[in-house]
T-cell receptor, first 113, second 113 residues
Framework: AAGVIQSPRHLIKEKRETATLKCYPI?????VYWYQQGPGQDPQFLIS???????DKGSIPDRFSAQQFSDYHSELNMSSLELGDSALYFC????????????FGQGTRLTVV | GDSVTQMEGPVTLSEEAFLTINCTYT??????LFWYVQYPGEGLQLLLK?????DKGSNKGFEATYRKETTSFHLEKGSVQVSDSAVYFC????????????FGQGTRLTINP
């Protein structure tokens, strides 16, 4: 069965650079969630989209932005990268937003040097 | 805000031992409760869930019961295997709201042969 696809799997950037992470949800899933997991930490919710509109916002820095496109894939744009942005970034998708299971991708590991 | 507190790790057990990983939560309303498992280098996989008080979630020999009176959702398995070695996350989401998840800090479980 198709799963959530994230690209790239690994990314190395220098401080102050920008990065774009992509997420391709399971076919027919209309909701996407982004989470950030720092080293040894629990995943923290960043932002979510339902039907291409932002549906919820968590602890996402102002330097980050995201959107969901007409084909339901989503991109997380990160600018002015800092060392503390080094983390595993997960995307999850679901069909609808209520009482439905979210399926996670394998994550993008971002390292800022 | 809502929060999840998990048993401190790491936890090391011998094969066939009994496992308990404690999880308690603080939430307004009646959240849904989840256990996710993360194998090395992989994304988060839903292990089991419960959506209302006294529900028991079960999967692959693991069980957890939603206890509203003690605000707990402890994970148990009667006989663990080496392949159960992973990081386990307890999480909650608002019962009728968006599916964003609030995670506990994770418990690293290692099973020795």
């Amino acid at each position: 069965a198709a799963g959530v696809i994230q690209s790239p799997r690994h990314l190395i950037k220098e401080k102050r650079e920008t990065a774009t992470l992509k997420c391709y949800p399971i076919p027919r899933h209309d909701t996407v969630y982004w989470y950030q997991q720092g080293p040894g930490q629990d995943p923290q919710f960043l932002i979510s989209f339902y039907e291409k509109m932002q549906s919820d916002k968590g602890s996402i820095p102002d330097r980050f932005s995201a959107q969901q496109f007409s084909d339901y894939h989503s991109e997380l744009n990160m600018s002015s990268l800092e060392l503390g942005d080094s983390a595993l970034y997960f995307c999850a998708s679901s069909y609808g937003t209520r009482n439905t299971e979210a399926f996670f991708g394998q994550g993008t590991r971002l390292t800022v040097v | 805000g809502d929060s999840v507190t998990q048993m401190e790790g790491p936890v090391t057990l011998s094969e066939e031992a009994f496992l308990t990983i404690n999880c308690t939560y603080t939430a307004t309303g009646y959240p849904s409760l989840f256990w996710y498992v993360q194998y090395p280098g992989e994304g988060l996989q839903l292990l089991l869930k419960a959506t209302k008080a006294d529900d028991k979630g079960s999967n692959k020999g693991f069980e957890a019961t939603y206890r509203k009176e003690t605000t707990s959702f402890h994970l148990e398995k009667g006989s663990v295997q080496v392949s159960d070695s992973a990081v386990y996350f307890c999480a909650l989401s608002e019962a009728q709201g968006a599916q964003k998840l609030v995670f506990g800090q994770g418990t690293r479980l290692t099973i020795n042969p």
